[in-house]
């Protein structure tokens, strides 16, 4: 049962201090970044570290809301644009520009993907729902192959931008990855 009561302030300070901390620690050091860091740099313990974020993924999923919101909000916006293919490409590069933020990450969400138990999952969800929507119209404008999923989409996105973590010198690697892939998702 999720407790629902309103934190105190101190535990609200403490909420927010955490997630600056994470938000600032993942980017500089990816998201294996070590929790006791976090803790430390927040001024907390590990125990209150762990009162707010049961495990790594779920603190994870709280730094990423914001992220999550912006590219749903894309979606929504792009959902009813004339050329329903240059959409999915528009989202997808968003998806792709996003999962490369933070080292790690994209391995994360490759993972949480096959892991419905995982925080994660609250990210990957909604956007994979609003990936489809965006499929699902290229598709019926005959512009995408129709054996095409939105899970194999998404794991593609992923993987760019593992490709391109790997090689951080070559910042056009993604561009050419997601471009060499929308080819073969056209349909004949």
Same mark, same amino acid.
């Given at each position: 049962?999720?407790?629902?009561?309103?934190?105190?302030?101190?535990?609200?300070?403490?909420?927010?201090?955490?997630?600056?901390?994470?938000?600032?620690?993942?980017?500089?050091?990816?998201?294996?970044?070590?929790?006791?860091?976090?803790?430390?740099?927040?001024?907390?313990?590990?125990?209150?570290?762990?009162?707010?974020?049961?495990?790594?993924?779920?603190?994870?999923?709280?730094?990423?809301?914001?992220?999550?919101?912006?590219?749903?909000?894309?979606?929504?916006?792009?959902?009813?644009?004339?050329?329903?293919?240059?959409?999915?490409?528009?989202?997808?590069?968003?998806?792709?520009?996003?999962?490369?933020?933070?080292?790690?990450? $994209?391995? =994360? %969400?490759?993972?949480?993907?096959?892991? !419905? /138990?995982?925080? +994660?999952?609250?990210?990957?969800?909604? &956007?994979?729902?609003?990936?489809?929507?965006?499929?699902?119209?290229?598709?019926?404008?005959?512009?995408?192959?129709?054996?095409?999923?939105?899970?194999?989409?998404?794991?593609?996105?992923? $993987?760019? =931008? %593992?490709?391109?973590?790997?090689?951080? !010198? /070559?910042?056009? +690697?993604?561009?050419?990855?997601?471009? &060499?892939?929308?080819?073969?998702?056209?349909?004949?």
């Amino acid at each position: 049962m999720t407790d629902t009561r309103p934190k105190r302030a101190d535990a609200r300070r403490n909420y927010e201090r955490l997630l600056t901390e994470a938000r600032a620690t993942f980017a500089e050091r990816g998201t294996d970044a070590s929790l006791e860091e976090i803790a430390r740099r927040s001024g907390v313990g590990i125990g209150t570290l762990y009162r707010h974020f049961p495990n790594r993924h779920a603190m994870m999923n709280a730094v990423f809301q914001e992220a999550l919101a912006a590219l749903l909000e894309r979606s929504h916006e792009l959902a009813g644009a004339e050329q329903p293919c240059m959409a999915l490409v528009e989202w997808l590069r968003a998806l792709v520009t996003h999962a490369g933020e933070y080292r790690g990450l $994209a391995r =994360a %969400l490759m993972s949480a993907s096959h892991d !419905e /138990d995982s925080a +994660l999952t609250a990210c990957s969800v909604p &956007l994979r729902q609003a990936g489809e929507r965006l499929l699902v119209r290229a598709q019926e404008a005959g512009s995408v192959r129709a054996d095409v999923s939105i899970a194999d989409l998404m794991q593609l996105t992923n $993987a760019i =931008a %593992l490709a391109a973590e790997q090689a951080p !010198e /070559d910042r056009e +690697l993604a561009d050419r990855l997601l471009t &060499l892939t929308l080819r073969g998702l056209r349909a004949e």
